[in-house]
């Protein structure tokens, strides 16, 4: 244990008064069982044995979310051990919901009395980050025993280590309440998307408005018979420019309605722009073909130049395009777009393949009413995650200040 102690930079009032904390090693404070992987032979989907856990694909949600079980018992964990990955990613740390197996992707932690299990989980957590910089290079990433036994952990008195647990795990329950929020509301779009739109052989949808439930059968009609262009990026390299006015888009950056770009995003020049442009408008979308399938964004004017994994199409006056963003969303056409794929690799969809495409079209009025609805909701889910990610900021920050900077 170094001699070295430490105090935050935010404290308790209780505890102001409380001095320093002491900086031991991880497996001072906390057993520490490294995994050990059971023969691939004993796997099995029949819950005979135990559930295994090998890794980061046997974690959902920072909770234990086992695929396999096994019936060869080689190093276990218990119901509230704190899980962390020692591969790629290195570090994630989340909370056992089983007795199992742990395989070699996992190390599992219990805290010695009397230090608090939350509060090694939540240092834990803050620390994620930092493993980055200990972790083992190679094929992957990944930290051995001697690194995760001598990592040196703050700790402050028990009382103290309790009341930071108590913040933090409050915190999380708050986080995990809005994620649960968000999770109705995108299952709530999802069914309504289902009925809102005529399924495969239906002439018209499962729900409809009061307004229009006497307005007949919706048209069926090709999407090139309602569009004024369709067409795809360049199948070239642009010159790049990394001081160009205009960026170089792909279908990666077509994401939830908007084109988004960063650092990584190459930038043309204006010349290159002029030679590569296509003739967009207000009513234009955009919709990945290539590689990823079916991510959408509307046109807003954006300074791009389009590579070929992004198609552009634009409606016709008798095409809403709000409601056309949402019909190509519609669990009819992914399907129908997904049938459609051709490539081993890398799959793509064909402009000829989006120029079939059989929209199902009712009324300008019933297409604006459904396009108002499915973006007011759209509005609703996006604030509510908006709102949680203002809610882990809140909890970085607030342990940024309730942990110590340990300088080794």
């Known amino acids: 244990m170094s001699k070295e102690k430490l105090i935050p930079e935010l404290r308790f009032p209780?505890?102001?008064?409380?001095?320093?904390?002491?900086?031991?090693?991880?497996?001072?404070?906390?057993?520490?069982?490294?995994?050990?992987?059971?023969?691939?032979?004993?796997?099995?989907?029949?819950?005979?044995?135990?559930?295994?856990?090998?890794?980061?694909?046997?974690?959902?949600?920072?909770?234990?979310?086992?695929?396999?079980?096994?019936?060869?018992?080689?190093?276990?964990?218990?119901?509230?051990?704190?899980?962390?990955?020692?591969?790629?990613?290195?570090?994630?740390?989340?909370?056992?919901?089983?007795?199992?197996?742990?395989?070699?992707?996992?190390?599992?932690?219990?805290?010695?009395?009397?230090?608090?299990?939350?509060?090694?989980?939540?240092?834990?957590?803050?620390?994620?980050?930092?493993?980055?910089?200990?972790?083992?290079?190679?094929?992957?990433?990944?930290?051995?025993?001697?690194?995760?036994?001598?990592?040196?952990?703050?700790?402050?008195?028990?009382?103290?280590?309790?009341?930071?647990?108590?913040?933090?795990?409050?915190?999380?329950?708050?986080?995990?309440?809005?994620?649960q929020k968000l999770y109705l509301l995108k299952d709530h779009k999802k069914g309504l998307m289902q009925n809102l739109f005529p399924?495969?052989?239906?002439?018209?949808?499962?729900?409809?408005?009061?307004?229009?439930?006497?307005?007949?059968?919706?048209?069926?009609?090709?999407?090139?018979?309602?569009?004024?262009?369709?067409?795809?990026?360049?199948?070239?390299?642009?010159?790049?420019?990394?001081?160009?006015?205009?960026?170089?888009?792909n279908g990666n950056n077509l994401i939830e309605g908007k084109i988004v770009v960063d650092e990584k995003t190459k930038r043309v020049s204006s010349e290159e722009f002029e030679i590569h442009k296509k003739h967009l408008t207000k009513k234009t979308i955009f919709l990945s073909i290539n590689g990823t399938i079916g991510n959408l964004a509307f046109y807003n004017n954006e300074m791009v130049v389009l590579g070929k994994s992004a198609c552009y199409i634009t409606p016709s006056q008798k095409l809403n395009n709000v409601f056309l963003y949402y019909s190509l969303q519609s669990p009819r056409i992914i399907d129908y777009f997904f049938s459609e794929l051709t490539g081993s690799t890398i799959k793509n969809l064909s402009l000829k393949s989006i120029r079939e495409t059989l929209i199902n079209l009712p009324s300008e009025r019933e297409q604006q009413k459904i396009a108002t609805c499915l973006s007011s909701l759209d509005s609703i889910i996006t604030a509510q995650a908006e709102k949680i990610e203002q809610l882990k900021l809140h909890k970085k920050g607030l342990m940024q200040g309730l942990f110590p900077k340990i300088n080794d």
């Open 199 to 249: 399924q495969e052989g239906e002439k018209v949808p499962k729900y409809r408005f009061k307004e229009f439930e006497n307005d007949g059968e919706w048209m069926k009609k090709s999407l090139e018979y309602l569009t004024v262009k369709i067409g795809d990026g360049i199948h070239t390299t642009p010159k790049y420019d990394p001081s160009g006015e205009y960026y170089f888009i």
């Open 14 to 179: 209780d505890f102001k008064n409380e001095g320093k904390w002491d900086k031991p090693t991880l497996s001072s404070v906390s057993d520490v069982i490294m995994g050990s992987s059971p023969s691939s032979l004993s796997y099995n989907e029949n819950k005979i044995g135990l559930p295994l856990l090998q890794g980061n694909a046997d974690i959902k949600n920072r909770l234990s979310a086992p695929r396999f079980y096994t019936t060869e018992i080689t190093k276990e964990c218990e119901i509230g051990d704190i899980l962390l990955s020692v591969r790629a990613p290195v570090g994630t740390v989340a909370k056992s919901l089983h007795n199992a197996c742990i395989g070699r992707g996992i190390s599992s932690l219990r805290a010695k009395k009397p230090n608090s299990q939350e509060y090694i989980y939540q240092w834990l957590f803050s620390y994620e980050s930092s493993w980055a910089k200990i972790s083992q290079g190679g094929t992957f990433d990944a930290v051995n025993s001697d690194d995760i036994r001598n990592l040196i952990i703050p700790i402050p008195k028990e009382k103290e280590q309790q009341k930071i647990a108590s913040c933090l795990s409050s915190l999380d329950e708050v986080i995990a309440a809005h994620s």
